[in-house]
C-alpha cells in the first residue's frame, strides 16, 4: 500500500513566481534600487564600484554634472526608460530598448569618447550587488511566507 502526498505548495510557489503581478513588484524592487545606486555614483552591479570619473570636468557633461558622484543624471531620459519587459516563465527583465538603449549600451560597455559605467550585470556571470539581491531574496521570501502560511 502507497500514500501519496501531494504538495499543492510547490505548484503556488512556482504560480507566485511567474505571475505577472510579482514579476513586476521584483521589477519595481529592482528598477528603484539601480537608480537609488546610479544616482549615489556606485555600480548596482556586483564588484565593480564606484563609475569612473570624467577625465575633463570643463568638457560636456562635465559643465552641466558635478564632478562626484558620477551619476548618469544628465537630461534624466535614459533611467526614465529602464522598465519591465515580460517574459515567460519565472524570469524578471529589466531594461532599456530604443534610441535610450543605444545610450544605455554606451554606459554600460563603454565607447571611445565614454569610459564605462557599467549599471546593468550583461556579461556572463554577473550580478546586482548584494543589496539589491538580498532585498530580491526577501521579496520573494515574503511571498513563500504567505503560501506556507495557508
Known sequence: MAVTVNLSMLA?????I?????KEKVADLVIENMKESIAA???PVRGI???VAYK??????GDQKSRRPVNLYLSGDMLAALKFYPTSGPGVSVGIKGAEGKKAAANNNGTKDVP???FMPTDRGEEFSVTITRKIRDLYSRMFSDILKR
Open 41 to 43: 555614483g556606485l555600480s
Open 56 to 61: 575633463n570636468p570643463a568638457k560636456y557633461p
Open 18 to 22: 511567474s505571475a505577472r503581478v510579482n
Open 116 to 118: 564605462r559605467r557599467h
Open 12 to 16: 503556488d510557489m512556482r504560480k507566485a
Open 49 to 51: 564600484g564606484r563609475f
